[in-house]
C-alpha cells in the first residue's frame, strides 16, 4: 500500500519562502528599486505569462528551451510562463513605450519561472529586479547601468563587490575576419570556453596568436585592457575595443578601489549580446548576484544596455534586516495605544483572548515585550 501523498511536497526548485526571509527580500527589492527610481528609472510590471510568440523574440529567444508553455482557453494560442524580465521589459519599450524621448530608462521586479535551475541557481522559480537604459549606444550609458547596480547593492550593505567584464561578439567578430569556417570557429569557440590553450595554439596562424594573448589577459582590467590595445586587430573588432576601453575608464574615474576584471574570450551566458558585458559578484557568497550587458531591444533591434539581479542571491550577499521590537498586546488594550505603538515603529502582536499570564503569551508568540496598563515593558524572564 503506497503512502498518502504529503501535502507540503513541492516540485524540486519552487521552494516556500518563510518569515523572516519573506519580509526580508520584500523590503530588499523595494530599497533598491527606490533607488532605481532615484535616477531617473521608471518601474514596470509586464504580466507572468504571455504569448510565446512576442515573449520568445529577440533577447527572448535563448530561453526558449527554459520556458513552460501553457494553452490559453481563451484564444486558443500557445502561452509561455516568463523565464525572464528582461524581454518583456524590451518588448514594452519598443511598442508601447516607442513614443517617449530616448534614452529611456526603466526598472523592474517579479518574479521567474524555469525548466531547469543550474549547478549554482538550484531554484527554478526565483526573483529578478533591475534595471533597462534603451536608445543610447553611448559607452556612458554602459558604465551608468555597471556602477547603478554596484552603488545600489553597497548601499543595502555588500561589501567586497566587483564586475567581470567581457565583450562576447569580440571573438566572432575575429573569427569572421580571418574567414575562418563555421565549423572551425565553433570548435575554437568550445576551446576557448573550456581555457584549453592547447587547442587554440592547435589553430595556429594568426588566430591562434592573438586569441592565445586574449585568453593569457584575463583577469584585472588594466591588464587587459593593455594587452587588447597592443594587439593588430582587424577593423571590425576596433568598435569593441574601444568601447571596452572607454567604459574602463569610466567606471575606474567614478569608483577607483572597485575590483574589475576582464576575460576577453567570455561567451557562455552571454550568447545573445551584442557588446560590452557583466557580471556581479559579492566575495564570500556563492554565485553571481546578476549580470548584464549591451543586447538589441525587442524586435526593432533598438540599442539597450541593462542589469538583472537575482533576490536569492543578493539576499546571502547584505546583512540582515533589524527586525523591530514585538509587543503583545493583552486581550482588550486600547486600541488608540495600539496605534501609537505602530506609528513609532513597534510590531504588535494582539491578544484574541484573555490569558492567565501575558508574559507567557507574549513569549508564546515571538514577542519580546508586553503591555500591561497602557505602558509597555520587557517581557519577564523565566
Not at 505569462?49 to 500557445?78: C, I, K, Y
Not at 533598438?302 to 514585538?326: C, K, M, S
Amino acid at each position: 500500500m503506497s503512502e498518502p501523498l504529503h501535502h507540503a511536497l513541492l516540485p524540486a526548485g519552487l521552494p516556500d519562502v518563510l518569515p523572516p526571509d519573506a519580509g526580508h527580500e520584500a523590503a530588499l527589492v523595494e530599497r533598491l528599486m527606490g533607488v532605481f527610481a532615484g535616477h531617473g528609472y521608471e518601474r514596470v510590471k509586464p504580466p507572468l505569462v504571455e504569448f510565446d510568440d512576442s515573449l520568445l523574440v529577440g533577447t527572448g529567444a535563448g530561453l526558449a528551451h527554459q520556458t513552460f508553455r501553457v494553452m490559453d482557453p481563451a484564444s486558443q494560442r500557445m502561452m509561455g510562463i516568463r523565464p525572464d524580465m528582461t524581454p518583456q521589459v524590451a518588448r514594452i519599450a519598443t511598442t508601447r513605450l516607442a513614443h517617449i524621448a530616448r534614452p529611456l530608462r526603466l526598472a523592474y521586479a517579479g518574479q521567474v519561472l524555469r525548466v531547469k535551475g543550474s549547478q549554482l541557481r538550484v531554484e527554478r522559480q526565483f526573483g529578478q529586479f533591475g534595471c533597462e537604459l534603451i536608445g543610447s549606444l553611448a559607452p556612458e550609458a554602459d558604465a551608468e547601468v555597471i556602477l547603478l547596480a554596484i552603488n545600489a547593492l553597497a548601499g543595502a550593505g555588500a561589501r567586497d563587490l566587483s564586475v567581470d567584464l567581457c565583450v562576447p561578439t569580440l571573438v566572432p567578430t575575429l573569427c569572421t575576419a580571418w574567414g575562418l569556417s563555421a565549423e572551425d570557429s565553433h570548435q575554437l569557440r568550445e576551446a576557448l570556453d573550456r581555457k584549453d590553450a592547447a587547442d587554440v595554439a592547435a589553430v595556429g596562424g594568426e588566430a591562434a596568436r592573438v586569441l592565445g594573448r586574449l585568453m593569457a589577459a584575463a583577469g584585472a582590467a588594466d591588464h587587459a585592457v593593455a594587452v587588447l590595445a597592443e594587439l593588430d586587430l582587424p577593423p571590425d573588432a576596433e568598435r569593441d575595443r574601444e568601447r571596452l576601453a572607454r567604459v574602463v575608464r569610466l567606471i575606474r574615474d567614478a569608483a577607483p578601489n572597485l575590483m574589475v576584471t576582464v576575460d576577453l574570450v567570455e561567451y557562455r551566458g552571454f550568447e545573445y549580446q551584442s557588446g560590452v558585458s557583466f557580471t556581479l559578484f559579492c566575495r564570500g557568497v556563492r554565485g553571481e548576484l546578476g549580470s548584464g550587458g549591451r543586447y538589441r531591444a525587442g524586435q526593432t533591434g533598438e540599442p539597450a544596455t541593462g542589469f538583472t539581479l537575482y533576490t536569492d542571491t543578493v539576499i546571502r550577499a547584505v546583512p540582515p534586516p533589524n527586525l523591530p521590537q514585538r509587543v503583545f498586546l493583552p486581550h482588550g488594550s486600547e486600541p488608540g495605544l495600539c496605534d501609537a505603538l505602530r506609528a513609532a515603529g513597534w510590531v504588535t502582536v494582539a491578544g484574541l483572548a484573555p490569558v492567565a499570564d501575558n508574559d507567557e503569551e507574549a513569549r508564546r508568540l515571538a514577542c519580546d515585550h508586553v503591555m500591561i496598563d497602557g505602558r509597555t515593558r520587557p517581557i519577564k524572564q523565566r
